[in-house]
């Protein structure tokens, strides 16, 4: 069966590697491709010239009509595709959306340094940025 979402990650999170752990786990038809951006391996060229430094500062999916997602919209849709949309959908109500994508935004500006990282500058120099 084909993916139906290409998920883009930062591997060397812990929150994110928690979060795509679980949805391995859940996803039982294997909807989602799950992707390292911080492997050598992973080259913008092959997911929609999606940089290092792109992915660092938000979530972004790839939908497999090539359609590109970026933040909350990939969690929704993952969870959608795992058979528990449900715990998302209080996010599709307007003023609920609306702190939810404020909330999602404060976590991702500030993630790298809640789980205690280099800042996203600091990242984004190394050499996975001249692969961009």
């Known amino acids: 069966m084909k993916n139906r979402l ?18 391995r786990n859940k996803d039982k038809y294997k909807l989602i491709r799950f992707v390292d951006i911080s492997s050598e391996s ?38 959608e595709l795992i058979g528990m949309g449900w715990l998302y959908y209080p996010a599709k109500i ?14 991702a500006r500030n993630r790298l340094k809640i789980t205690g990282r280099a800042n996203s500058l600091k990242l984004c120099n190394n050499d996975f940025s001249n692969r961009s």
């Open 94 to 107: 307007p003023y609920i959306n609306s702190l939810s994508r404020f909330a999602y935004n404060l976590w």
């Open 42 to 79: 992973y080259l913008p060229q092959d997911f929609m010239n999606i940089s290092y430094s792109q992915a660092m500062l938000n979530l972004h999916g790839i939908m497999d009509d090539q359609t590109i997602i970026k933040g909350l919209d990939v969690l929704i849709f993952s969870y």
């Open 6 to 23: 290409t998920f883009l990650f930062d591997g060397k999170c812990p929150l994110c590697l928690k979060e795509v752990n679980f949805l």
